[in-house]
């Protein structure tokens, strides 16, 4: 098949990646140097014009950006076979006052909230709230729209930043789970589940980034808990919305059982690296199946050994970033290396955003897996490169009292 592919990150590369592999012609707009290697890449952000030149057979929506702005229902008027939700539907990711209020109404398990329209209800809803308390701005924010105020001055001040419209929210806790499933308006197909790492730092300290590394372990939630999520959360969202493309739960196991932090209506990133890592084979199809609502009885398969993606940023990431950096160590580093922030400039190959690269690796099991990431990591270089040295960290940890307790020492 011919694909087209929206975008520009290491979410769009490592779909390119995978695409590839299984045979496809891949084709991207706008692109990266590294899905450049993988395929063809026209720098422009006039979709529909890309299409009529391309005339793929299918086209994958990476980012929100264009899915909030119509892209699928401008696709399907022309008969063009996509991978994504109409306008409609993207407002759940769009809106997080929509989507808290879809939530309330079908039921969904989620942290208790008030929507507020004005900064003067919301002052006078703190009232109703324990701290810390969660303040949420309505629009598409990446990332930066959710603040987690320790005290009341932190609220009024996040009140006064985010709003007028906005969410309070309960703070829960318990572990993050990225849920993301394939849906064709009526079916739904979960991915194997992921966990993100947003906190730039070590430890899950300093602010919160788009993700700075992920990995994808077949134990990341228990058979019953995707089951439990798919009844009470996506069976619901799909047979209400019709909803079509990736819908992703951002979900927090607590100890009352799985509740939705938010929803994406697309895949994450970085996410997406170590799953196209995973996935073993006809990816390709099945995306042909969700865009052409054929999606019932699909399966997918995976690849047993768990995969890690360390994402490499840019000095300054995430606040102001520098970029131009000139970057040496890719080839032969041993892993896949997706392209995320990248450049083609004066010094070769260089940093050109704050997400650089996300480097992904497998291995027999999650500790290899992990070892043979940040072995390749250790071979790649750019001024002001950092990353987390911690990515699956929490995953070994419980795994490993979980092996301790089964053998019995
Ligand atoms: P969101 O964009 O809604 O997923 O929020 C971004 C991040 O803020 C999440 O990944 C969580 O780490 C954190 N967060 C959001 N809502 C809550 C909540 N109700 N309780 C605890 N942490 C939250
Ligand atoms: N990694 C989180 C996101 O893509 O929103």
Redesign the pocket.
Known sequence: MRILIIGSGGREHALAWRLKREGHDVFAAQGNPGIAQVGRVIPSTDYVAVAASVEPDLTVVGPEAPLVAGIVDQFRALGRPIVGPNQANARLEGSKIHSKDLMHRLGIPTARYHRAETQEDALKALADFAYPVVVKADGLAA?KGVIIAQDREEAEEAITKLGPRLILEEFIRGEEV?FIVLCDGKTALPLEATQ?HKAVGDGDTGPNT??MG?YCDGRILSREDSENVMRTVIELVVAHTQFTGFLYAGLMMTADGPKVLEF?VRL????TQPLMHRIKGGFGQVLMRTATGTLRGAALEWNAEPSVCVVLAAAGYPGQVRTGDAISGIEDCGAEVFHAGTRVGAKGLETGGGRVLGVTASGRDLRAAVANTYAAVSKIHFDGMHYRHDIARKGLKRWDADTIKASGT
């Open positions: 990332g990225s993100d788009g993700g992920a994406n994450g990133d970085p996410e």
